[in-house]
């Protein structure tokens, strides 16, 4: 098995020690704890017994040290998750930020765009062919038809593109606005 070089090594280590900060401490941390116990442990034997195992106050000079080195691990640990996640959390709350305000930018566009089309609309000539042939009017009160009746008009007929606004368009004038208080003899109310 081809063993990594150590420029990638130290590539990689690099790397996460730029997504995790905590983690050069823990490093450093198992660093000192390396160099520190061998010297425990030589100054432990240095007596005139020369070199005799371990006795019971080479570990009791250990166990500290050990300790110690643990203690700070688990805080860097800890440091190091804390951090982790509040950068996670940074980054989700940018993400849903900046989709929020995309999508308040489509919707403005949108109404922007459905704004200057209706505007773009020339409103119908009430003395065109069509609209005489229609019988059509701005004013439905106005209106002298058989076929009309009171309260009929554009914004309760169901062919009336302009729902609320005064101005719509209609499928039987293409391109033109009827208004809403307006009628003609295709009227077809709304269900
Ligand atoms: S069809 Fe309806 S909306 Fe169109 S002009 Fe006639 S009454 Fe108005």
């Known amino acids: 098995m081809t063993k990594p070089s150590k420029s990638t090594q130290d590539q990689t280590l690099a790397s996460e ?12 941390i198992m660093g000192m704890a390396a ?17 005799a195992p371990a006795s019971s106050s080479t570990m009791d000079k250990v166990e500290p040290a050990m300790k110690d ?12 998750a804390d951090s982790a996640k509040t950068a996670m959390d940074d980054m989700s709350e940018s993400v849903e930020s900046a989709a929020e305000e995309v999508k308040a930018d489509v919707q403005q566009a949108a109404g922007q765009a459905q704004t200057i089309a209706t505007d773009a609309m020339a ?26 009746k009171a309260g009929q008009q554009c914004s309760n007929c169901a062919l009336y593109q302009g729902g609320s606004d005064e101005w719509g ?23």
């Open 17 to 28: 020690e730029l997504v995790v900060p905590g983690r050069r401490r823990v490093l450093e």
């Open 35 to 51: 160099v520190a116990l061998p010297v425990l442990g030589l100054q432990a034997c240095g007596s005139d017994e020369g070199a």
């Open 69 to 80: 080195v643990a203690a700070k691990a688990e805080k860097a640990a800890d440091s190091m």
């Open 123 to 148: 409103q119908v000539d009430e003395n065109g062919p069509q609209a005489m042939g229609l019988g059509y009017k701005h004013d439905a009160t106005t209106i002298e038809n058989a076929r009309y």
């Open 169 to 191: 368009g209609c499928p039987l004038f293409t391109g033109k606005q009827v208004k809403a208080t307006g009628w003609c003899s295709a009227y077809s109310a709304a269900s």
